[in-house]
């Protein structure tokens, strides 16, 4: 799973590594402030990989594309058969 800091906190992280999902999450500034502060107690630094956390600008690029078709953006279709033959349209639209 790679996300960005809001969803960097213990919790997150012992859920994901309970169900054995690896994890790249930065870490949020005052986190590891506090953990410096406590010393060998604040325990070691969570895993993070720059390389596998660039690639995710390219899913936040391609759903901002995605939204600039208001249909996608708002949610206009009622079912999700519909639904989803709009975003294969629109990543048709895309590719073409």
């Known amino acids: 799973m790679i996300a ?15 169900r054995g ?8 500034r005052d986190q590891r402030a506090g953990r410096l502060r ?3 107690a ?3 630094p969570p ?3 720059a390389q596998i ?5 390219v899913v936040e690029r391609c759903f901002a594309r ?4 208001r249909a996608i953006a708002t949610r206009y279709d009622k079912t999700a058969l519909s639904y989803q033959g709009m975003l294969d349209l629109a ?3 895309m590719w073409l």
Do not use: H, V
């Open 4 to 18: 960005d800091k809001g969803y960097s906190s213990r919790a997150i992280r012992a859920w994901l590594r309970r």
């Open 21 to 28: 999902i690896a994890a790249t999450i930065p870490e949020r």
């Open 38 to 40: 406590r010393g060998s």
């Open 42 to 44: 604040g325990g070691r």
């Open 47 to 49: 895993a993070f990989d």
């Open 53 to 57: 956390y660039r690639r995710r600008n």
């Open 66 to 69: 995605l939204k600039q078709y």
């Open 91 to 93: 990543t048709l639209l």
